[in-house]
Structures are given as structure tokens and as C-alpha cells.
């Protein structure tokens, strides 16, 4: 059984991503394995704990993904799949939080770069927290980890997965927000 590493945890973009690769791909046997971030995958495929990495590489709002391209630029691999996914950011706030109370947001970068029009216009005096997924954002939140006074950009499922509530969905600043996610092995 082959397994796959991907950016993020459950409930993340890439998560959907992968499992729509490895469709496409006709990848049945094999096990998704929540790697976080690309340097991760990297790491894991260069020991052979994955045998795959599913990673974003360009957002069609927020450009490259800068991650995956410092981490894979002097690195020689091979692209098995494409797949683009369309993105629609959400933002939640822990229940029983007053929305009026929130002080800052925290999301992956491209998340934050995704959004920062819509956020200026409907939520003007957040800070911006960056952090290293947008579903572990999610989890951050829900488990504490983050101030009550956070609110979280992750994907409609994430969110739910926590159980968090939903304030605001649909905030990327273009109803055309896509990413780029590649299936790839090294070479």
C-alpha cells in the first residue's frame, strides 16, 4: 500500500485535493498521511515513509505557494497529477464568543493573502496571526491553543469538524479563488 503525504491535516484543502488525485490517478490501495507542511513531505518521501507527495503549488489570487517552492526548488521530481480546487475561505469564531470581541485571525498565508480585501472591509481591526495550516487553525481554536479572541480561516469542513461557528463564509476576495495541487514522487 502506497502512502501519501499531504500539506495540512484532515479537514484541510489539501486533504480534498489528494483524495481527488488519487481518483483520478485510479490510486486505490492506498493511506493518506497528514504531513503539514512541504518540508515535511519532502523529508518523508526522502526516508520512504511516503511514497507520494500531494502539495499546493500556485493559488490563482495569491500566486505561488512559497512553501512548496522553496522547499522543492533544487529537487528533482516527477509530476504524476494536477488537480485544481476551487477555494472558498470561511471564518469561525469558538461558540459563545461575542464576534465583537475578536481581536486578531489566524490562517496559512495564502489563506490570509486570499482574503485580506473581504477581511478589510468586514473586519477591518483584526491583526493577522499567521500559522503553518489553515484546518490546523481550526483545531488550534477549538483545543484552546489560540485566544478566544481569534477567529479562524480554514475550509466550511474544517470548521465543522471542530465545531466551531461560522461567521463569515465565502470570503475570498475572488469567486474565481482556485489552487494548483500537484501529485508528485521524487525522481
Same mark, same amino acid.
Given at each position: 500500500?502506497? @502512502? #501519501?503525504?499531504?500539506?495540512? =491535516?484532515?479537514? +484541510?484543502?489539501s486533504e480534498v485535493a489528494a483524495n481527488e488525485l488519487l481518483a483520478e490517478a ?13 518540508? $515535511? =513531505? ?17 493559488? +490563482? ?17 516527477? @509530476? #504524476? ?12 469564531? @469558538? ?5 465583537? *470581541? ?8 495564502? &489563506? ?12 477591518? $481591526?483584526?491583526?493577522?496571526?499567521? =500559522? ?5 487553525? &481550526? ?15 480554514? *475550509?466550511?469542513? &474544517?470548521?465543522?469538524?471542530? $465545531?466551531?461557528?461560522? #461567521?463569515?463564509? $465565502? =470570503?475570498e476576495d475572488s469567486s474565481e479563488n482556485r489552487t494548483t495541487f500537484w501529485l508528485?514522487?521524487?525522481?
Amino acid at each position: 500500500m502506497d @502512502k #501519501i503525504g499531504y500539506m495540512g =491535516i484532515p479537514g +484541510s484543502f489539501s486533504e480534498v485535493a489528494a483524495n481527488e488525485l488519487l481518483a483520478e490517478a485510479g490510486m486505490t490501495e492506498t493511506e493518506l498521511v497528514p504531513l503539514v507542511c512541504a518540508k $515535511n =513531505i519532502l523529508e518523508a518521501m526522502q526516508k520512504g515513509d511516503v511514497q507520494y507527495g500531494v502539495l499546493g503549488v500556485e493559488n +490563482s489570487t495569491a500566486g505561488p505557494v512559497g512553501e512548496f517552492v522553496h522547499t522543492f526548488e533544487n529537487i528533482s521530481y516527477e @509530476k #504524476i497529477g494536477v488537480y485544481v480546487l476551487p477555494i472558498h475561505h470561511c471564518m469561525f469564531k @469558538k461558540p459563545g464568543v461575542d464576534t465583537a *470581541s475578536l481581536k486578531e485571525v489566524a490562517s496559512h498565508p495564502q &489563506a490570509l493573502r486570499q482574503t485580506v480585501h473581504t477581511r478589510k472591509a468586514k473586519f477591518p $481591526n483584526l491583526a493577522e496571526h499567521e =500559522i503553518e495550516d489553515t484546518a490546523i487553525g &481550526a483545531e488550534m481554536l477549538a483545543k484552546g491553543t489560540l485566544p478566544e479572541t481569534t477567529a479562524a480561516i480554514c *475550509s466550511a469542513r &474544517a470548521g465543522k469538524l471542530w $465545531n466551531l461557528e461560522m #461567521i463569515a463564509e $465565502n =470570503i475570498e476576495d475572488s469567486s474565481e479563488n482556485r489552487t494548483t495541487f500537484w501529485l508528485l514522487k521524487l525522481a
